[in-house]
């Protein structure tokens, strides 16, 4: 998805390196928590023609609460998390990003991608990451 929306240049300077972390990182939290994505559920060919059937469209975090993949006891801080979340406000940040070129890599700090609870800090519970 990421070169989808950067595009398929060479980025292998530092400064490239920071620029496309940022923009990985908003684009995971906006891909994740605020678009809801349709699945096929079912495919039919008839001759050279397939059909397909989709189920309805919800975000990668609706279906991990659907598969019960986050403990019960965790999705209401990930329900929070999500809800405490502007759409519009994460889809201009990338725009803006992508507009700026590597000149928006220190527009703002990318957002967690996870909730911060029970006063746990976020590099703690998953690990130090260099990238995103």
Same mark, same amino acid.
């Given at each position: 998805?990421?070169?989808? =929306?950067?595009?398929?240049?060479?980025?292998?300077? /530092?400064?490239? #390196?920071?620029?496309? !972390?940022?923009?990985?990182?908003?684009? +995971?939290?906006? @891909? &994740? $928590?605020?678009? /809801?994505?349709?699945? #096929?559920?079912? *495919?039919?060919? &008839?001759?050279?023609? #397939?059909? *397909?059937?989709? +189920?309805?469209?919800?975000?990668?975090?609706?279906?991990?609460?659907?598969?019960?993949? =986050?403990?019960? &006891?965790?999705?209401?801080?990930?329900?929070?998390? @999500?809800?405490?979340? !502007?759409?519009?406000?994460?889809?201009?940040?990338?725009?803006?990003?992508? $507009?700026? %070129?590597?000149? %928006? $890599? &220190?527009? @703002?700090? @990318? /957002?967690? /991608?996870?909730? #911060?609870?029970?006063? =746990?800090? !976020?590099?703690?519970? !998953?690990?130090?990451? +260099?990238?995103?």
């Amino acid at each position: 998805m990421v070169r989808e =929306i950067v595009g398929y240049e060479r980025f292998d300077t /530092p400064e490239h #390196v920071q620029w496309l !972390n940022t923009v990985y990182a908003w684009l +995971d939290v906006y @891909a &994740n $928590a605020c678009l /809801p994505m349709r699945k #096929v559920i079912e *495919k039919k060919r &008839n001759g050279s023609h #397939v059909q *397909k059937k989709y +189920d309805s469209a919800k975000t990668p975090l609706q279906r991990t609460f659907d598969a019960s993949a =986050i403990p019960t &006891n965790s999705q209401k801080y990930w329900s929070e998390w @999500a809800q405490s979340l !502007n759409p519009q406000q994460l889809h201009r940040q990338l725009v803006t990003l992508l $507009a700026q %070129g590597l000149g %928006g $890599a &220190n527009l @703002a700090l @990318a /957002p967690l /991608p996870a909730p #911060v609870s029970r006063g =746990i800090d !976020n590099d703690k519970r !998953n690990g130090t990451r +260099d990238s995103y």
